[in-house]
């Protein structure tokens, strides 16, 4: 490829890419495409389904169609199409429709934004359309004003859309602003952020900021949606530890519902900030009944955040509090598994099971029941030389228990690709349970690698724990 050709195929990978960003096989391929070709492959990727590769098909049909004059469009046009014509036909599929947009082409860009509030106000989640409209917005060359900014966040927030460049510019936008940004709308943009997991840090600490500068009176139950929004994205620093030492006081089990408590306790937790009292005040028998008096059986997230709470108190130091260990309300949750976190827990199992000496069903444990709130996609043991062997083999001394957990794409926050809150508690709570933990990323054990890949991948991150 020459230069301009160059350009243009960067141009339709990150067209690609930003399209299929929420598709965590397909994502990292477009990245490491090369040719056409490679990108033409994508469709017959396994474990792909229809939409999914419609979804490529109307990207690549829909660049086409914008660049016609390109020199690089002239000299590939017919490889790419023979592409989609020999998925159309393997998948047994029709050709997908380029959706109009020309409708929004001259409009101004408040008046876009407007559109998206509309799509949002009527719960109508049209990704094609919305990112036509996102992409136009980011390109606008003038700063978005607090209300706009607010605006666009309510809306990916109701449509459960994300789109990174777009809430890059808000950031940025937001964290240049001259004007004092009121704490309500701050409140509202962080949990905008929590919910659709935008973790951005400096605009977290601007946000701290503003909160910690306010003089304006916050009710008890919007400070615990503070609390929850910095958990819920991770957002342990400095910042965060004066905003909870600035409004606690104003805070107080009385003040708030037994949900809104709970879930402000269980922030604390994640944020490593929880006080003793804190912990009893909930973990009490009181607070259990008060919590399920109506159907035991029901409220699933209260009972996994209570057991968050209680493997957190197990081990806080001076602790002499109650616990759940042998609480009949709480007991024998079981969480259903993604079809996606199905998969990757049984190329888990494969690969321990290739790996390990016979019998190796002694050597390793699948779905394991931490009592804390969370299941461990597995537990193995491993010996000094990182080897994985059997519990029940009294020749081997020093033997290490290995905590696996594979993350998703899911498990990531947009923006910082770091890991949401809860899983650091998850991290905290097995190495205090004596745990060795391994947090293996889906970006490096894919469902597509062979056994081999897998196999040395994982006896090397093992090795790393040492």
């Not at 409004?247 to 809104?260: G, I, M, R």
């Amino acid at each position: 490829m020459n230069k301009e050709q160059l350009v243009k195929f960067n141009e339709l990978k990150t067209t690609l890419y930003n399209t299929l960003k929420t598709q965590s096989i397909i994502a990292p391929k477009v990245q490491r495409a090369e040719t056409i070709q490679d990108l033409l492959n994508l469709m017959k990727m396994p474990h792909l389904s229809r939409s999914d590769i419609l979804n490529v098909m109307q990207t690549i049909i829909q660049w086409i169609n914008k660049s016609e004059n390109s020199s690089f469009i002239q000299s590939n046009k017919f490889i790419l199409k023979e592409g989609i014509n020999e998925a159309i036909s393997t998948n047994n599929i029709e050709a997908p429709e380029v959706t109009d947009f020309s409708r929004y082409t001259k409009l101004s860009t408040s008046s876009m934004i407007k559109e998206v509030l509309q799509l949002a106000k009527s719960k109508s989640r049209k990704p094609k359309e919305l990112k036509f409209l996102c992409d136009n917005i980011t390109d606008y060359k003038e700063k978005l004003s607090v209300g706009e900014c607010s605006t666009l966040m309510y809306s990916m927030c109701a449509l459960n859309y994300c789109d990174e460049r777009l809430l890059a510019k808000i950031s940025s936008n937001l964290m240049n602003t001259v004007c004092t940004v009121k704490s309500g709308a701050v409140r509202s943009i962080l949990k905008s952020m929590a919910v659709i997991k935008y973790k951005n840090n400096n605009l977290l600490a601007f946000i701290c900021n503003v909160m910690m500068h306010s003089k304006e009176k916050i009710e008890p139950a919007h400070i615990v949606n503070i609390i929850y929004s910095f958990a819920t994205l991770g957002f342990d620093s400095d910042h965060t530890s004066a905003v909870i030492e600035k409004y606690e006081k104003e805070l107080t089990q009385d003040s708030v519902t037994a949900d809104d408590w709970l879930h402000y306790v269980w922030s604390l937790v994640i944020l490593n900030k929880v006080k003793h009292s804190f912990l009893e005040s909930v973990l009490c028998d009181k607070f259990i009944m008060k919590m399920f008096s109506k159907d035991s059986s029901k409220h699933v997230t209260r009972k996994l955040k209570l057991l968050n709470i209680s493997g957190a108190a197990k081990f806080s130091s001076d602790y002499n509090g109650p616990l759940l260990d042998n609480n009949a309300v709480v007991k024998d949750i079981v969480v259903p598994l993604s079809k996606q976190k199905v998969l990757y827990v049984k190329a888990l199992e494969e690969t321990l099971k290739s790996l390990a000496p016979s019998p190796s069903s002694l050597c390793y444990r699948i779905n394991v029941n931490t009592k804390m709130g969370f299941f461990l996609d597995a537990e193995c043991f491993v010996n000094s030389k990182s080897k994985l062997v059997s519990t029940t083999d009294t020749t081997v001394n020093n033997i290490d228990k290995v905590a696996i957990i594979i993350h998703d794409y899911f498990s990531y926050c947009y923006g910082s690709n770091e890991l949401h809150g809860i899983y650091k508690l998850y991290n905290r709570l097995l190495e205090n349970s004596g745990y060795k933990v391994l947090q293996i990323s889906y970006q490096h054990f894919g469902l597509e690698d062979k056994l081999v890949k897998r196999e040395q991948f994982l006896e090397m991150s093992i090795q790393s724990l040492k």
